[in-house]
């Protein structure tokens, strides 16, 4: 039995010239869509200043998409508390999440965290990357 995961992928990283401290990551797949698997966010946002991080974009093959969390992170590059959250499956935007900036708490969602996104373009056999 293999128990092996190889998956091919590129990685741009941008850096900022004054403080020389990375400003983006990108990650792409060999087909140059924005994608990384094993749950990682393909684009990694720097505060320029800090070099916190200040987002994380998940994406699967070119389309925003997460299966258990948000597809955008927008985070206080002070406290690390996630503010915003941008919901996202295959592309398909599911609502977004406003937090409270120092304790995290929901202030804010149109997320109906009930529903199941009902989408016909996913194959039955379909597990993300």
């Not at 990551?25 to 991080?53: C, F, K």
């Not at 915003?84 to 599911?94: A, N, R, S």
């Amino acid at each position: 039995m293999n128990s092996t995961y190889i998956e091919k992928a590129f990685l741009e990283t941008e850096v900022d010239l004054h403080t020389l401290k990375p400003h983006r990551e990108t990650w792409r797949n060999e087909e140059g869509q924005l994608h990384r698997g094993r749950d990682l966010p393909a684009v990694v946002t720097y505060d320029a200043e800090s070099g916190a991080i200040f987002s994380r974009e998940y994406w699967f093959n070119d389309m925003r998409h997460r299966e258990d969390g948000p597809a955008h992170e927008f985070i206080d590059t002070q406290n690390g508390v996630v503010t915003y959250e941008v919901w996202y499956q295959l592309g398909k935007l599911l609502g977004a999440i406003t937090r409270d900036q120092e304790t995290g708490h929901v202030i804010d969602s149109d997320l109906d965290y009930e529903a199941e996104p009902d989408n016909p373009d996913i194959p039955e056999d379909f597990t993300p990357g």
